[in-house]
């Protein structure tokens, strides 16, 4: 990272900040919260996204909220509090991690039947903390485990953004290219433009440039004959939400690549934490895809770009089966197939 640079979201006294990524790469706007309402808004209307980072976001969502219940008892306390688990789990429905962090802020809650509203106010903000700091270790050992399997020299295909900006900080797929330029600066990355939202286009060149690693822009269209013209190495992508089967969500055009990258023999790869894997799923057919406005396919930047009344579709992730993805990197290793066994063993350690 570059000396100027703030993570995506950190916490300030009783301000969360979050940098508002819908005006990246032109503008580095923090917003500054103070209310649950206001982080779960800004994960609505995706000024944070990214898996991870929104689960950093609901726990301190959790945090300024718990300090706005008025309650004396702590069993009104437990009553108001379960009812904005509810609200912040359901800001954003695909991705794991804000369900998991959701559940890790409630555990205090849970664990502490006799606390005070004031001693569980204390102990929520230190979950939400420890979950921040948490995250970027988890990403730091992602990008130590991953960069092994990227060849010298690669030209690696990554898509959407699962970097820095994604996460607490570091990123993980792009924290296993970080961690691989770092003993190997002849890598090269290309990006897809990722369309409708852009986040491979506006983000992940954005987080690349200012890390000073070599990136190419392509679209998304552009990555089939990349890979037929052998000038693809690996591709390693982010996830939302892993099956026990190791089934994966992502963003939208993941699928294609992946298919793409078998037709092509070239290693497909997934990065992600294990607060990523939702092992009550047994394989990804009953992942949520969340639906999202067909505005921002039918328009760009507020222009609309396709005939007025036109019927669009905007599913915002899709489903890659577990057969396409040659291993899950994770804070504890490399996964292989079959992953039944591997993410098993891998949520026990
Ligand atoms: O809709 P987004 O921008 O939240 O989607 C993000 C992705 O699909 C990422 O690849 C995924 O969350 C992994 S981020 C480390």
């Given at each position: 990272m570059t000396e100027q640079w703030m993570p995506p979201i950190y916490r300030d006294g009783d301000v969360v900040a979050i940098?508002?990524?819908?005006?990246l790469p032109h503008r580095e706007v923090f917003l500054r919260c103070t209310t649950l309402k206001q982080v779960v808004n800004a994960i609505k209307t995706m000024a944070i996204r990214g898996a991870p980072a929104i689960g950093v976001a609901g726990a301190m969502a959790l945090a300024l909220g718990a300090k706005t219940i008025l309650a004396a008892e702590t069993q009104t306390f437990r009553r108001k509090f379960v009812r904005m688990c509810e609200q912040v789990r359901s800001a954003r429905p695909t991705a794991n991690n804000l369900a998991w962090a959701v559940e890790r802020v409630y555990s205090v809650v849970v664990e502490n039947p006799q606390g005070t509203v004031a001693e569980l106010r204390k102990l929520i903000q230190e979950k939400a903390d420890e979950l921040l700091r948490e995250d970027v270790a988890t990403n730091l050992k992602i990008g130590s485990w991953g960069s092994r399997v990227i060849p010298h020299g690669a030209r690696v295909l990554t898509y959407c953004n699962a970097g820095a900006l994604a996460t607490a900080?570091?990123?993980t797929a792009l924290g296993v290219i970080r961690a691989a330029f770092a003993s190997d600066p002849t890598i090269q990355v290309f990006s897809c433009e990722t369309r409708p939202f852009l986040q491979g286009a506006r983000l992940t060149s954005y987080e690349l440039m200012r890390a000073g690693i070599p990136v190419t822009l392509i679209t998304d269209n552009a990555a089939g004959s990349l890979m037929q013209h052998k000038r693809i190495d690996i591709v390693v992508v982010g996830a939302d939400r892993i099956a026990a089967n190791g089934d994966t969500a992502n963003k939208i055009g993941t699928y294609m690549l992946a298919v793409l990258a078998k037709t092509h023999d070239i290693p497909f790869y997934v990065a992600a934490p294990r607060?990523?894997?939702?092992?009550?799923?047994?394989?990804?057919?009953?992942?949520p895809i969340e639906q999202r406005d067909p505005r921002e396919v039918t328009h760009f930047q507020g222009k609309?770009?396709?005939?007025?009344g036109v019927d669009a579709l905007n599913p915002a992730f899709d489903v890659t089966p577990n057969k396409y993805i040659t291993g899950i990197i994770t804070e504890v290793g490399i996964l292989a197939k079959p992953y039944g066994k591997a993410i098993r063993k891998a949520l026990e350690e």
């Open positions: 940098l508002d990524q819908r005006l900080d570091y990123g607060s990523t894997i939702d092992p009550s799923l047994p394989d990804g057919s009953e992942i609309p770009v396709a005939p007025k």
